[in-house]
């Protein structure tokens, strides 16, 4: 059964960091993008960024919200993408999603799709 | 950014209906557009993708078309576990950005 379960989330305080975990089992990994979403409690959902395959580099991409304090890192041997955050700020607050692309996605194009995705794990930045 | 403005944000209906919602491009975006329905405390669940390709175990009631900047969803005949919300999402360009999302309730 092909599972994403997202993990780590919790209560951190304003100007520190956490860590989200994207473990994946019954699918391919290496050679897929692995993105991060969230959802403000009441909002929309949001782009956070992704990380391509070792093929692409692993290179990274990330929203403006989230540049320069949150890195997206990945271990194909554990099948695990992470989501390093640092520096949260009150508007960090969400469930945060990690799913896998489905098609496409190149070093200047994303992927068409995201078609398996986590339940998600919530992050509430509170001092 | 590319931004998606989806109409209705609210759209009430009943089990049977066939219901339609637009998301609309600030620029044109191709096909490179995506929909989710999302439901309280549940993960996101994909759609359609490239605009009107239906991702697998989608029921053929859902429908998607459109490219460049105004795209539709069309729900054929609304069951029950289609109320939720949906998003479109652009895939054409950096940031990816979705829609305020349509929220689909039982009339």
């Known amino acids: 059964e092909a599972q994403v379960v997202e993990s780590g989330g919790g209560l951190v305080q304003p100007g520190h960091s956490l860590r989200l975990s994207c473990s994946v089992s019954?699918?391919?990994?290496?050679?897929?993008?692995m993105s991060w979403f969230r959802q403000a409690p009441g909002k929309g959902l949001e782009w956070v960024g992704f990380i391509r395959s070792k093929g692409f580099g692993e290179t990274t991409e990330y929203a403006t919200s989230v540049r320069g304090r949150f890195t997206i890192s990945r271990d194909d041997s554990e099948r695990i993408a992470y989501l390093q955050m640092s520096r949260v700020e009150i508007e960090d607050s969400a469930v945060y999603y990690c799913a896998r692309s489905g098609h496409g996605g190149s070093y200047y194009l994303p992927p068409r799709n995201f078609d398996h995705w986590g339940q998600g794990t919530l992050v509430t930045v509170s001092s | 950014d590319i931004q998606l403005t989806q109409s209705p944000s609210f759209l009430s209906a009943s089990v049977g209906d066939r219901v339609t919602f637009t998301c609309r491009a600030s620029?044109?975006?191709?096909?490179?557009l995506a929909w989710y329905q999302k439901k309280p405390g549940k993960a996101p669940k994909p759609v359609i993708f490239d605009a009107s390709t239906l991702e697998s175990g989608v029921p053929s009631r859902f429908s998607g078309s459109g490219s460049g900047t105004e795209f539709t969803l069309t729900i054929s005949s609304l069951q029950p576990e289609d109320f939720a919300t949906y998003y479109c999402?652009?895939?054409?360009?950096?940031?990816?950005?979705f829609g305020g999302g349509t929220k689909v309730e039982i009339k």
């Open positions: 019954g699918l391919n990994f290496d050679n897929y993008v």
């Open positions: 999402q652009q895939v054409n360009s950096f940031p990816l950005t």
């Open positions: 620029q044109g975006i191709g096909t490179y």
